[in-house]
């Protein structure tokens, strides 16, 4: 068409157009009049038009001059931009024009770009930045019980155009309201799930207003979620790595209330909050989230957030953009073969190297390059896994410069231009290189370096390391650090608690959940790797300065610690040998100490292998805990909570580089709410493990972590009275630790040796000078009865202290030579007993009985049988009662003796009660006679004098013998009574003991032999070889009276 410049022409045109819209308007047939009252309802219109590019400017003015009695059409706004392209349509938003979400949605790659190419003649429209979408839901009273019928039917009709009537009567009054439709009805009372569009940006005190008035008309509620209110700000994608960006949300008015900002990713939602990696900042109408260093974390679709509740509505204004990251990955290069071996004939061998990344949707570019290698390298397909992408490539290396050791580096580069590099030195075998030998999945691998194998199905690597050797190379043992993927998974989630995203209580909460989750099954945790895995999230978490976790998160936390110490995880805690410095239980311990000690444990229960146990101490006053049966009292002036934890099983695992020493405790930890002054006294009354045998010493210790071993400094024993009990003055890890073995005496064996070899000689000659004087000597019944006692008695010492000394040394012996000491010591030392208790009743019976004889005959069976026949009886009877004399229940390997576990506890009580029983009637009778002398009439001293003289010679042997006897083993008691860990006194006592029981025979030898006069006498006549000696007249009396 011709175009003319005159002006009547012109306006016959623009009437034209003005028609055309016209008749448009009138056939759309909106009913635009929904509002009553004094607020009008607005309506959006949209018009695509295929016009020529130079029309639309006199099309917009046309339009906007356009006003007719029921309506006024303004503010007419070009939104989208189309044209056709080849095969396609070219759309591009105005300015202050976006492309919607449903755009976005279903074509990502149009977000933040003003142009988007669509299909042939296909196309959407732009729409204003500011633009509302409204979504939500109406929970309506009985009234509009017919909107829950079918669609089809006349009430669903009549009952859905009223409430949609009602709405737009309220909602229409909006600027720029647009669409307001009723999606479905729902049952919960009665519920209409809903969605609004407003073109234009409005204040969010408008639409509070509207909708308190839509809730009182219709006497209902409303939860509102809004897009478009809230504005965020966000840089173009794709964000590059380690980048610090600011994410900024702002809103027209002051919302007065605080913004909640979310970051969804891997499947999840996060709060985000201030940590280590983000800082939120709040302002009135703006909030900030500065990221200090972009990662993999931080990618995903982020939302702004505010919450607004009344007693009307809840209504949610958010924004959400999405965040896409330009990563940079972690690569692991290997090489296959790992180590080339270059062979007499061979110049080069082939290689393949490669670069494994964790799987993502970045696409990197690759580039390789090789130092001192023969040919260029060659890149292979790529190829992926579930978890994982491999780049490949391969190359040839040189086999005759093995001066210069040849590198392979391959490069990622992403979308950002940013680069991370991953190298490898070639080790090549050479002809005269020591190598260990491919073995299962090992490779041929040189000596001096270490093979790795990934882990499968699992996080970590196998190593094993090839020893060179001074001939052959040989294989080391493999080490492995494969970890649960279940508990790899706690162990990052506990690296990234603190980074911001969530909150740390919260997190810490979802941590220690999943953690005790997977030690429940101890199959899962049965390695050392394993263990160190679990061990560093309580580590990870332990390091937080501001973590509080309540009631439920220390449930699970004291779980999950209570199921590392299972005893079926005792090889699981054994810290290998360049594992470094610190133990795995000493980090185990310093953790669950420190998160105990912010933990709310009031109402926490006891668990399998920890408890705990809290108390508040007053100004001033005592507080006591108590777990496992492990009493804890604090005395301390300062006022606060003192929290105590007990630790089954633990005691095995910390190291103790005392080997004389052994834990026999739990550990105990006790902290307190505040720093406790230097005057705090402690007080622990532990449970042993095992019982403390006699003389063994018990350290009371606390654990000292710079040292990293147990100390006994401001701890001390209470003493073997009170076996379990610790005094401390400082707060710490407490134990028990017992020695191995015995108190020792210093110089007991050597004093031993000397006694009994003393004490054979003596014997043996007290025996040879029985033996030369018999005749000489025994001439009455009362000394043929006495001299008998001696020589049996000198013979069950001789044969005792023969079978003492023969077992002094009882790992140089057989088990059954043991034994055979064992009762030969226990029927030779009671019978040596028994026969003194025989002397001394012959005694008594004479000192009583004055001038009551009983036969030689008859007295001599009566000692037999109670001097051997009595022992006999006690040693089988005990013998048969300990399981027929079994080591541990009879007799002691160790000490080749009787069972001794306590006072009157053990086999010993079979040579202890009958000895006891002697020695007190050694001492009555001894004090009778004593008495009975002192007692004697003066007419019978007249009367018979003589007799007297030999009764004194009677006594005077006795008194000799039976106090050694006596005295010695009253102190045999009180060794036994008095633990050597008493100090001096039981020193003393047991020093006593030595001498007067080794030296026995030489006091025996003294007190019958050479300090009795008839004997000596007998002795130097018979050495003269002169007559024998002549029996005094008071030894004829006594004769005569016992023979009456």
């Known amino acids: 068409m011709r175009c003319s410049y005159d002006g009547s022409l012109i306006q016959t045109q623009e009437n034209r157009y003005r028609m055309w819209i016209f008749i448009l308007l009138y056939i759309l047939g909106l009913n635009i009049s929904q509002a009553t009252g004094h607020d009008n309802s607005t309506q959006m219109y949209y018009a695509k038009l295929t016009i020529e590019n130079s029309a639309i400017g006199n099309l917009t003015k046309i339009l906007n001059l356009f006003v007719s009695s029921t309506m006024h059409v303004d503010d007419l706004k070009k939104t989208t931009k189309c044209q056709n392209v080849s095969a396609s ?27 988007c190419t669509f299909p042939w003649k296909s196309s959407s429209m ?26 089809n039917s006349e009430k669903y009709q009549q009952c859905n155009n009223k409430l949609l009537k009602e709405m737009k009567t309220v909602y229409s009054t909006l600027r720029g309201f647009d669409i307001l439709r009723i999606s479905k009805y729902r049952i919960g009372s009665i519920i209409a799930d809903f969605e609004m569009i407003i073109a234009y940006g409005i204040m969010p005190s408008d639409l509070s207003t509207k909708s ?13 979620e809004t897009t478009g209110i809230v504005n965020l700000s966000m840089p173009p994608n794709p964000v590059c790595y380690n980048d610090k960006l600011d994410l900024i949300c702002t809103v027209r008015e002051d919302m ?28 009135k109408m703006e909030t900030k989230v500065i990221i200090k260093n972009i990662s993999q974390l931080w990618a995903g679709e982020y939302t702004c957030l505010y919450n607004q509740k009344t007693n009307f509505y809840t209504i949610s204004h958010k924004a959400s953009a999405v965040m896409d990251i330009a990563l940079l990955p972690d690569i692991g290069i290997s090489t296959a073969p790992s180590f080339p071996q270059c062979r007499k004939s061979s110049t080069s061998q082939k290689l393949t190297v490669q670069c494994e990344i964790e799987r993502s949707s970045e696409n990197y570019t690759v580039t390789w390059k090789g130092q001192n290698i023969a040919t260029e390298i060659i890149p292979l397909p790529a190829s992926s896994s579930e978890k994982t992408h491999i780049y490949a490539a391969e190359t040839i290396v040189d086999c005759n410069s093995a001066a210069h050791k040849p590198q392979l580096t391959c490069t990622l580069r992403n979308r950002c231009n940013q680069e991370r590099t991953a190298s490898i030195y070639i080790n090549m075998i050479y002809e005269n290189d020591q190598f260990c030998a491919a073995e299962g999945g090992w490779e041929d691998t040189k000596a001096g370096f ?18 060179k050797g001074s001939e052959k190379a040989t294989w080391e043992s493999e080490v492995s650090t494969c970890v649960n993927p279940n508990v790899n998974n706690v162990l990052q989630r506990a690296n990234i608690v603190d980074t911001g995203l969530g909150s740390l209580n919260g997190n810490a909460a979802h941590i220690f959940s999943l953690l005790e989750n997977v030690t429940n099954d101890s199959q899962t945790i049965n390695t050392f790797a394993n263990m160190n895995a679990s061990v560093q999230v309580l580590f990870t978490l332990s390091q937080r300065r501001h973590l509080q976790p309540n009631e439920s998160t220390a449930d699970d936390f004291l779980d999950s610690s209570s199921n590392l110490l299972e005893n079926s995880l005792n090889n699981s805690w054994k810290t290998p040998a360049d594992a470094g410095n610190i133990s795995l239980a000493e980090t185990y311990l310093s953790s669950v100490e420190q998160l105990i000690q912010v933990a709310n444990i009031t109402s926490v229960p006891k668990k399998k292998n920890i408890e705990v146990a809290q108390c508040n101490c007053s100004h001033g006053a005592h507080c006591t805990n108590t777990v496992f049966n492990v009493t804890i009292l604090l005395d301390s002036p300062d006022a606060g909570s003192v929290k105590t934890a007990g630790f089954k099983e633990l005691e095995k695992y ?9 834990p026999n405790s739990i550990v105990v930890s006790t902290t307190a709410e505040r720093t406790q002054s230097n005057s705090v006294e402690i007080k622990i009354n532990f449970k042993l493990l095992e019982p403390r045998p006699r003389n063994v010493e018990i350290q009371c210790v606390s654990w000292d972590n710079n040292s990293s071993r147990w100390s006994s400094d401001g701890c001390h024993w209470d003493g073997p009275y009170s076996e379990g009990r610790c005094v401390c003055s400082h707060l710490s890890s407490f134990a028990i630790l017992m020695a191995r073995y015995p108190l020792d005496i210093p110089g007991i064996t050597e004093i031993t040796y000397v006694g009994l070899s003393v004490s054979i000689t003596s014997l043996v000659i007290s025996l040879v000078i029985e033996m030369i004087v018999w005749k000489a000597v025994v001439k009455t019944n009362m000394l043929h009865l006495r001299h008998t006692a001696h020589v049996n008695i000198s013979v069950c010492l001789l044969v005792a202290d023969t079978c003492f000394l023969a077992s002094s040394k009882p790992d140089d012996i057989s088990l059954i030579w043991c034994k055979t000491f064992v009762v030969l010591k226990h029927f030779c030392y009671l019978s040596m007993f028994f026969w003194m208790l025989c002397l001394s009743s012959m005694l008594l019976h004479q000192a009583v009985f004055l001038f009551h004889n009983v036969s030689k005959k ?35 390997r160790e000490t080749c003796w009787l069972v001794y576990t306590g006072l009157m506890t053990g086999s010993i009580q079979a040579f202890v009660i009958p ?36 009764a004194v010679t009677v006594l005077r042997s006795v008194i000799l013998l039976t106090p050694v006897f006596g005295v010695t083993w009253i102190f045999g008691f009180a060794v036994m009574v008095v633990d050597l860990t008493s100090g001096g006194i039981a020193l003393a006592v047991n020093y006593v003991f030595i001498l007067l029981n080794a030296f026995q025979g030489l006091f025996i030898l003294l007190a019958t032999c050479l300090g009795d006069k008839l004997t000596r006498d007998a002795l130097l006549n018979r050495l003269k070889k002169s007559a024998p000696a002549m029996t005094n007249h008071s030894t004829t009396m006594l004769e005569s009276i016992w023979n009456k």
């Open 915 to 950: 000895v006891g029983i002697i020695v007190f009637i050694n001492v009555f009778s001894m004090l009778v006679v004593i008495m009975k002398l002192l007692d004697h009439p003066k007419s019978t001293k007249t009367l018979h004098e003589k007799d007297k003289k030999a």
């Open 450 to 467: 270490t093979a790795v194998l990934t882990c499968k199905n699992m996080a970590g690597q196998i190593q094993r390391k090839c020893r």
């Open 858 to 892: 008859n007295y001599l069976r009566f000692a037999i049988v109670l001097g051997y026949l009595c022992p006999l009886l006690i040693v089988a009877i005990t013998f048969l009662a300990s399981k027929g004399g079994a080591e541990g229940s009879y007799f002691s």
């Open 212 to 224: 308190i008035s839509l809730s009182k008309n219709l006497s209902a509620s409303l939860v509102l």
């Open 654 to 662: 910390l190291p103790n580089s005392d080997d004389k020493y052994k």
């Open 256 to 283: 007065k209330t605080q913004p909640v900002w979310w970051l969804r990713g891997n499947d999840e939602v996060f709060d985000i909050t201030n940590g280590t990696m983000s800082e939120v900042t709040m302002k």
């Open 89 to 115: 349509t070219e759309c591009t938003c105005e300015q202050h024009y976006r492309w919607s979400d449903k755009v976005c949605k279903s074509n990502p790659e149009c977000c933040g770009n003003k142009t």
């Open 126 to 151: 732009c729409v204003s930045n500011t633009a509302v979408t409204v979504k939500g839901s109406i929970i309506l009273n009985e009234k509009y019980y017919s909107c829950l019928a079918e669609k």
